[in-house]
């Protein structure tokens, strides 16, 4: 999801090395992960309203084992925690404390993910304290990565460090298996970026990937996707331009789509043919 070639281009380059989708989503999500530039993820993140940095990552393979992890501080790189969850505990999320205790013992390193840039971002938002979600804040949001490995098996990762000044203690859809990520080898995969509540809503990307069994194609499950934000968003008298939802999707074929509420998402694909950027069809034209 959004301009993150850098991020593709590691996963590519992984699975060129080890043959492995599961490999290659983690080492994609590790570039934004540790970019300070990056302000929706990992290191530099926008702290929550209280001046916490905290993260959500979740990943999946092609067995359907996943693992993740909520409101975790001080860990840079959150999507390898989710997957030492999923790789070495009985469970699929840890969150807060218990998260970074795990983390902790599995060797991760604790450390200060509140940069100068978004302190000082932080201390002006708090002059006036409006909690006013933005769409397309900068030109990233939540970094998602959907891959296909060397076996053909496909598989999932999704890593954010929430909206701008959140509450504290709030958690969106990037997390959330069916929500924010989901994968099924035999049909597909999908995840989402934008406003988590609305994906949380509708289960988004486990209904991308239900779709596709249905015989819709990537293109067509993202669109149907949307949609079904946008009747519910209008059903429940909102504001639809202050509400921006993406997803992307990607076969056991290799094909992908992709579609968003307004314009301004893109999104990186890195295959044999090379590393390119594509702006998402959207709904509100």
Not at 149 to 158: Q, V
Not at 234 to 239: P, S, Y
Not at 252 to 281: E, P, R, T
Request: glycine residues 12%; contains cysteine; aromatic residues 8%.
């Amino acid at each position: 999801t959004w301009k993150n070639e850098k991020g593709t281009q590691a996963g590519y380059q992984k699975i060129m090395e080890t043959g492995k989708a599961l490999d290659g989503v983690e080492a994609g999500a590790w570039v934004p992960e540790a970019d300070p530039n990056e302000t929706t993820v990992g290191y530099g993140g926008y702290p929550d309203r209280d001046g916490h940095v905290t993260l959500d990552a979740c990943i999946m393979d092609h067995l359907g084992n996943a693992g993740s992890v909520t409101f975790l501080e001080h860990i840079m790189h959150p999507i390898s925690v989710a997957r030492a969850v999923m790789e070495k505990t009985p469970h699929v999320m840890l969150s807060g404390a218990g998260a970074l205790e795990f983390a902790l013992s599995q060797g991760f390193k604790k450390q200060d993910l509140l940069t100068e840039k978004s302190k000082k971002a932080w201390l002006e938002w708090k002059k006036q304290a409006k909690y006013e979600p933005k769409v397309n804040i900068e030109r990233h949001d939540t970094i998602g990565l959907l891959e296909l490995g060397k076996a053909g098996e496909i598989a999932g990762a999704c890593s954010t460090s929430g909206m701008a000044f959140k509450m504290h203690g709030r958690v969106g859809d990037s997390p959330i298996i069916g929500a924010g990520l989901y994968v099924d080898n035999e049909i597909g995969a999908a995840t989402a970026t934008g406003h988590g509540e609305e994906v949380i809503r509708i289960a988004g990307c486990h209904l991308v990937v239900e779709l596709m069994r249905q015989g819709k194609s990537p293109q067509q499950a993202c669109e149907e996707a949307v949609m079904r934000i946008v009747k519910l968003t209008q059903n429940r008298n909102k504001n639809l331009k202050d509400i921006q939802v993406g997803f992307i999707a990607l076969d056991k074929q290799g094909n992908y789509g992709a579609y968003c509420i307004q314009g301004g998402f893109n999104y990186a694909v890195n295959d044999n043919s090379g590393n390119k950027l594509i702006d998402s069809d959207y709904f509100l034209k």
